[in-house]
């Protein structure tokens, strides 16, 4: 390519005044390359003359290719803690290590809660994706097919507002409107209910729709951006010959909308089921109270409360890597089908 | 022909919308609507809430409009040496960690956008994997303590230093922003990847910096948790943490607590959460211009 280059060059200038020399030079370049080529492994070569001229970029990629190697490889490599009787302060791999084997799962698998918390973990989660999952899709449609784009904007802006509001912030708020003397607990021993009222921060039934609730609240309009962006590049046209063909707003959504946007949907599907079982240990911590860790007492507050407070590390990490495996196990079960399906896949 | 009769002469010519449409137009509109007031009543309520006198928001009053406008719990949310304390350490921690995570991700979707960086094969499946599985939270803990960072709260500038997602946004960023003929002019012009970086490609990325200085600014102004993760110091808590003590302390006091402590915590709660989410509300909208498609579109490829 490069020499390519230079004899074009070369050419170019002996248009204007002739220099011989240089064509020479160039033509000799040109040999020289050729013989290097027919030597060495054409591919390697290649490889090596890439890697000489351009091979500073990984300057830039090295910084934070470190960091990951530190602050995510090595933790993988704590695993290994998982299979030992671990005190905090211990080297991972010493003198004094115990190797346990499975113990530490042993007593995970066999608390008598263990399944309450999987469940707990698994419903919160599901739950959370059913309700969160199509809502941002429903309201970027509807979005997109107002008529009038600077309402759009403002709603749109109006509904990814509550995302920047922090967790903490976000159960402090709720607890302001529905825990024990909130807003809406007066408001409903007004008109006549309990005085004791509505304790629904104590309530193991109430946790589920104001986790899922209020985590909707926050980021169906956040979660709404990626789904406009890929309507708005839908091609106009498409929507005029759909619309001489006589085929009213609402159809438009099925037959041009959602067709345009199929492979975002899938590829963010993968995504979250690849991620499912990670439903925010530190909200859900927030909103834990005595009352409602029936439901609350989730597979990660585990690790927090049990594996990390508790200083139990061997089981914590047990607990952590049970629930990472899931996650992988079910991010392989989307991509296969979804390959299978529609042929969209990450890999 | 004046304007009126150029409204009426497109009105005539456009093709008329269908009943079904005009249906279809009101219940949208109306689902979009509840939903704005959805979105906007529980802020508004904290905000009324917050300037209106304590018995009346105790009472539940209080949901329209503010009852009896006083600024008591601001002045005595002045007077409280935490809550500025955390503010200073979350503007310390925020400004000192966003920087960190721009100097590592910037860079790193750079790299990763050019096809001739070396062993790119290997990097990328050796970041997507992180974005799936992990040691999980004790092997990070131990690790942190292994490097000294435990109850030290440089953790909270350094920690989650680069989100493999940020990335792969930078990334496909540049990918399709970055003019393939500038870099070529560069090249002849005998830039090398260096200056090509900082003297081509960094000008045209101010859209997609201000957008990661966002996300990250974001994260470390939220949170909470590592502070007691690693059991930094009280002196050296950020905002939320201390937030955090400020809403459960009181959480569950009946009874004992005299009724005056009672107000002043309530109201105290109130504007609590507006003083700690404002300067965010505050610096968004300044940056959402660039949430436009460039940045966003295209991150999942």
Sequence with gaps: MEINDAAFAVSAESVGAVDEELVERAYEELSEAEEVRKEGNGKWQKWKENFKRRGWILVFILPALIYILIFCYVPMYGILVAFQDYMPGDAIIGEGTEWVGWQNFQTFFSNPNFLDYFMNTFILCILGFIVGFPLPIIVALLLNSLRSKKTKKGLQILYYAPHFISLVVMVGMLELIFGSDGLLDQISIKMGGDVNGLQLFLDADAFRPLFIFSGNWQDFGWSAIIYLAALSGVDPALHEAAKVDGASRFRRIFSVDLPAIAPTIVMLMILSVGNLMNCGYEKVLLMQTGGNLETSEILSTYVYTFGLLGGQYGVGTAAGLFNSVINVVLLVIANYTSKRISNNSMW | ?301
Aim: net charge neutral.
């Design chain 2, 1 to 301: 022909m004046d304007a009126g009769q150029l409204k009426s002469l497109k009105r005539k010519n456009k093709i008329k919308e269908s009943k079904t449409d005009y249906v279809y137009y009101a219940i949208s509109g109306f689902i979009l609507f509840l939903l704005a007031v959805i979105v906007i009543y529980p802020l508004y309520y904290i905000v009324i809430a917050s300037i209106s006198d304590p018995d009346a928001v105790m009472t539940g009053d209080v949901w329209l409009y503010p009852i009896k406008v006083t600024f008591s719990g601001y002045a005595q949310l002045f007077n409280r040496d935490d809550i500025w304390r955390g503010y200073f350490n979350t503007l310390a921690y925020t400004v000192l960690g966003t920087a960190f995570n721009i100097v590592l991700t910037i860079p790193a979707g750079w790299a990763l956008s050019r096809n001739y960086l070396p062993f790119r094969k290997v990097i990328m499946p050796l970041l997507i994997i992180t974005m799936f599985f992990g040691g999980g939270l004790v092997p990070y803990v131990i690790l942190c303590r292994a490097l000294g960072l435990y109850q030290n709260p440089l953790i909270l500038i350094i920690g989650g230093g680069v989100s493999v997602y940020n990335v792969f946004m930078c990334k496909s960023f540049f990918q399709s922003n970055v003019p393939q003929e500038v870099l070529e002019a560069g090249m002849i012009d005998g830039a090398g990847e260096i200056r090509t970086f900082f003297d081509l490609v960094l000008p045209v990325a101010k859209s997609i910096i201000s957008v990661m200085i966002l996300f990250y600014a974001v994260g470390h102004w939220n949170n909470y948790i590592d502070a007691y993760i690693f059991s930094i110091d009280e002196d050296f808590y950020p905002l939320q943490t201390v937030l955090n003590g400020l809403l459960d302390a009181t959480a569950g006091g009946e009874g004992e607590v005299v009724l005056e402590q009672m107000r002043a915590a309530t109201q105290i709660k109130f504007t609590s959460i507006i003083i700690a989410t404002l300067p965010i509300l505050v610096v968004y909208p300044m940056v959402e211009k660039h949430f436009g498609q460039g940045v966003l579109v295209g991150s999942f490829k």
